[in-house]
């Protein structure tokens, strides 16, 4: 009778790869996602989410929006829906660089206009108008909070280099003078490494654990998140961890998310760079 016991104990824990949390405790978790949004991608990681009844934040690619909301309906009938259900909007910035990538001569010798264009390194006037320019877009800037993510969190992230800290230290003053906020992330589940594809879901509850909750990084841009989203969301409810919108929290790894930082009075670009760089001269960056 014992050994039947220990047999069906030891099947139920095998049976259960993951466990709560070593500390016996439960966490708040923000959903974030990159890159979208994707015309077929995003609208099934919504359908998740209301089933599920979660609120996340996207963080969405200017480019995405190119000509306009008249020329270009689809992408922003997907805002529509997230602003509808109740999902914060972020900005992107227009093309995924890397914006600390900033040349040491600020001379410009050509004007990006492509994603192909932008390998980079970069004048500080594209940087400023990467970062920027989503918030000039007229039927863009309504569905925006003044929430930014960016791209490999370049510009944020620290570095021993005091050369490329130096360019950090542009990139996010340019941010904080347009009065705009950074969410950065501390819990990455690389959703877009296929070979890691088995093992994201572990890699989730374990970071949910050792981070004390916080903010997960995925992206609606890949197939692999939205055919298991649902499945990740259960459960990370069933590990007994509360997912709740970015907007009800302040947890950033330690920075506040600046809901009520003021969303940038619309501006020309080159009015607005020219206001920025004259603050930014003034304080030594």
Not at 154 to 167: E, L
Not at 271 to 279: H, P, T
Request: charged share 25%.
């Amino acid at each position: 009778m014992e050994k039947l016991l220990f047999l069906i104990i030891f099947l139920l824990i095998a049976g259960n790869s993951f466990s709560v949390c070593p500390d016996g405790k439960s966490y708040e978790v923000y959903l974030t996602f990159d890159d979208g949004p994707h015309p077929v991608l995003t609208p099934r990681i919504l359908d998740v989410l209301k089933e599920e009844e979660v609120k996340a934040t996207f963080f969405v690619m200017g480019y995405r929006f190119k000509n306009g909301k008249t020329k270009n309906p689809k992408p922003f009938e997907i805002l529509d829906r997230m602003k509808k259900e109740g999902h914060l909007i972020g900005s992107h910035t227009q093309y995924h660089i890397k914006h600390n990538n900033i040349k040491d001569d600020d001379e410009i010798t050509k004007k990006p206009s492509d994603p192909n264009d932008f390998l980079g390194p970069f004048t500080k006037r594209q940087v400023f108008e990467n970062i920027l320019k989503p918030y000039s877009n007229v039927d863009l800037q309504r569905y925006l909070t003044p929430l930014v993510r960016l791209p490999y969190g370049a510009g944020k992230i620290k570095s021993t280099n005091p050369t490329v800290q130096v360019k950090n230290d542009w990139v996010m003053n340019v941010l904080a003078t347009s009065k705009l906020g950074h969410v950065f992330w501390n819990i990455d589940v690389e959703d877009w490494n296929v070979q890691k594809e088995k093992y994201l879901l572990e890699s989730l509850l374990k970071q949910i654990c050792q981070k004390k909750g916080g903010v997960v990084l995925l992206h609606d841009t890949q197939s692999n998140t939205a055919e298991n989203l649902k499945s990740w969301i259960q459960k990370i409810k069933s590990e007994g961890h509360k997912i709740i919108p970015l907007s009800e929290g302040r947890k950033d790894t330690g920075e506040a998310l600046a809901p009520e930082i003021c969303k940038p009075e619309p501006s020309t670009l080159d009015s607005l760079y020219n206001e920025v760089n004259k603050i930014l001269i003034k304080t030594g960056n």
